[in-house]
């Protein structure tokens, strides 16, 4: 075997005793010659002598007796001077270092995503239901909602949560969604929540949620029957009371409240499952919580698995199809799988994730623009990005490895659906991508800020993983232009547009301030407002009185035009959803605390087993 040559060009071996061409005669005669040449020292003169060792002594050198050891003079000059030196060069720093006033390290002055961050998150406080404390900062908001769950048999009622919109309503599919959108951000980029001050904020934000996810179902159990699914809102063409018809803000509110009560949907129950799962990675450092959190994912997957409560949650149901209908949940059933995997290192649930009739009723090998939008409704996306990741961080082989590496290339051309160039999506003349064809009318930031956070995230993977690109088709892509795709998206939003407007309420000089918000939009004044009564403020052309900073609003249209008028929410409403995904965009692009994930928070929660990877299949994972 021969060594590899690290430096290029040709191995060649050298064969001295049939390539040598005479040269070893020559050097024979030149190794004599040398040796015939020399000389010996004590044969030179004085002068030669002097060409080789230099002068000889002028004079004789003077010593100084040290009592224990004997130097010369000269030699004691050069130790003292350098002693000198080097007591100015090292050891006065040190002094001046120890005796000035200590002060922390300055942080690495914040980026506009950074700045734009710390506001979006506010906007989770805002939309907070319950009882309020003064930490909580938002000082136009108060405890409210105090009476939601009475109708139910949940103990202590359905108090806590987060409102969802402009709407006082509570609904568990999206707030579930947000849930879980924050704690991955914040799974994957830790360090960069704590270089700016906000991982113990948004791990309060998340704890605020899941602690309201665990009241709407029997989290001590491991097989439910229900889940109470949302708190309020409206039946489309209402004509009572209700978060629709009245225009209240939350500490005021009048009007009945009644609870839903889903007892089918795995669309829902996966949601769900994904958030307290998500959250159970969070919160690692709390054993008992995260072990409650999992627990509670386990019992909700359960009844998302039962093959008697296979239908959408929200099918014949007018309240939670009014507002957020859901189209199908074998999406969640990938999303759900993959959470619980990360949060357990249990098999079983990866081995669902990868069958192939799960991704094949969920449509994903069927790429489209439809499909490649993530949403609240739609994981998809999302939770093959998710999965792309255990194959790109395990690489876990057989039987996993066929799926898995096709989630990866369907993910590739997801993000290849995001550029430009592939011409997948219009695009308005100002910049914005236009995703919210197929879904809900307006409103489009809520989309492309989810799809700015995949792609930058996917990025990442690639980074982390020493992988430059990807393939689409013919083409290849550097990894940088899905971060110059998510860099453009976000700049867009924070301003960067025709309108010379930041979408984001309280973030740049010019930003909405007609906000669709009862609570934002009805001043303190210690006056009630009745249910009707509300809607003089509704109406009123000026600004809010209230600031809802942080609010990501719904956005400009297909021209790129934006109307500030309360009266429109597919303009002027912020969602739950909506800014989930802008905090984790945001969060993936800044750079005041470097860049890239972090890799192995995710696994924190695994024990090592003594079986394979490929585990035998849980019974409840037969059917799909």
């Not at 690489?395 to 490895?401: A, I, K, L, Q």
């Not at 910049?431 to 879904?439: E, H, R, S, V």
């Amino acid at each position: 075997m021969q060594g590899g040559n690290h430096w290029g060009g040709p191995l060649e071996v050298i064969d001295n005793d049939h390539n040598n061409d005479g040269r070893g005669e020559d050097w024979d005669r030149d190794r004599a010659a040398l040796q015939s040449q020399s000389f010996n020292l004590n044969e030179l003169d004085e002068t030669q002598k002097s060409w080789l060792l230099g002068p000889a002594e002028g004079k004789k050198k003077k010593y100084v007796d040290l009592g224990c050891v004997i130097v010369s003079r000269k030699a004691l000059k050069w130790s003292l001077f350098s002693i000198l030196i080097a007591f100015c060069v090292i050891g006065l720093p040190i002094i001046v270092a120890k005796t000035r006033p200590k002060h922390h390290a300055r942080p690495l002055p914040p980026d506009r995503y950074s700045d734009a961050l710390h506001k979006a998150l506010l906007f989770f406080n805002a939309q907070k239901s319950g009882k309020l404390g003064k930490s909580n900062n938002i000082t136009w908001r108060g405890s409210s909602g105090l009476n939601d769950g009475n109708d139910t048999l949940a103990k202590g009622g359905l108090v806590g949560g987060y409102y969802d919109s402009g709407e006082n309503s509570k609904s568990n599919f999206p707030m579930a969604y947000s849930m879980t959108m924050l704690s991955w951000s914040l799974v994957e980029y830790s360090h960069k929540y704590k270089a700016i001050n906000e991982y113990d904020h948004v791990r309060d934000l998340i704890k605020w949620g899941t602690d309201y996810l665990l009241l709407t179902f029997n989290s001590s159990s491991t097989k439910i029957t229900q889940i109470y699914s949302q708190v309020g809102g409206s039946q489309n063409g209402s004509q009572v009371p209700d978060d629709t018809t009245c225009w209240q803000k939350p500490e005021q509110m009048g009007y009945n409240r009644p609870t839903q009560t889903t007892f089918q949907g795995p669309d829902l129950a996966g949601e769900m499952s994904a958030a307290l799962s998500a959250a159970s990675i969070v919160f690692r450092d709390d054993a008992a919580y995260s072990a409650k959190l999992i627990k509670g994912a386990e019992t909700l997957f359960a009844f998302a698995r039962d093959s008697g409560r296979r239908a959408r949650y929200s099918r014949d149901n007018a309240f939670l199809a009014a507002a957020y209908n859901s189209t199908g949940y074998y999406d969640e059933y990938m999303w759900a799988g993959a959470w619980l995997f990360y949060a357990t290192g249990n098999t079983s649930y990866i081995n669902l994730a990868t069958l192939q009739g799960i991704p094949r009723n969920a449509k994903a090998f069927n790429v489209t623009a439809e499909t490649s939008v993530p949403s609240w409704n739609n994981k998809l996306p999302a939770a093959m990005v998710l999965l792309t990741r255990v194959r790109m961080m395990l690489n876990p082989g057989f039987p996993y490895e066929e799926m898995l590496s096709t989630y990866q290339t369907l993910t590739a051309l997801n993000m290849c659906s995001y550029l430009k160039q592939f011409r997948v999506y219009n695009w308005t003349r100002g910049g914005m991508m236009i995703m919210n064809k197929g879904q809900q009318q307006g409103q489009n930031l809520q989309y492309v800020a989810n799809a700015a956070f995949l792609a930058s995230l996917f990025a990442d993977y690639l980074n982390s993983t020493g992988v430059p690109g990807f393939n689409c088709g013919p083409n290849y892509i550097p990894s940088t232009l899905l971060r110059t795709f998510a860099t453009s998206q976000m700049d867009y939003i924070l301003g960067k547009n025709p309108m010379n407007m930041s979408y984001i309420v309280g973030y740049g000089t010019k930003f909405p301030t007609r906000v669709h918000h009862r609570g934002a939009s009805i001043p303190s004044d210690n006056k009630y407002y009745s249910c009707k009564g509300g809607f003089k403020w509704r109406d009123n052309p000026g600004p809010n009185p209230h600031t809802i900073v942080g609010a990501m609003v719904g956005g400009p249209d297909r021209f790129d035009k934006f109307h500030d008028v309360r009266t429109n929410p597919n303009y002027t409403e912020p969602t739950l959803a909506g800014n989930a995904g802008l905090v984790a965009a945001l969060a993936s692009l800044t750079t005041s605390a470097g860049f890239g994930i972090d890799k192995n928070t995710i696994f924190s929660g695994w024990v090592v087993a003594s079986e394979d990877l490929a585990m035998k299949i849980t019974p409840f994972l037969s059917s799909c």
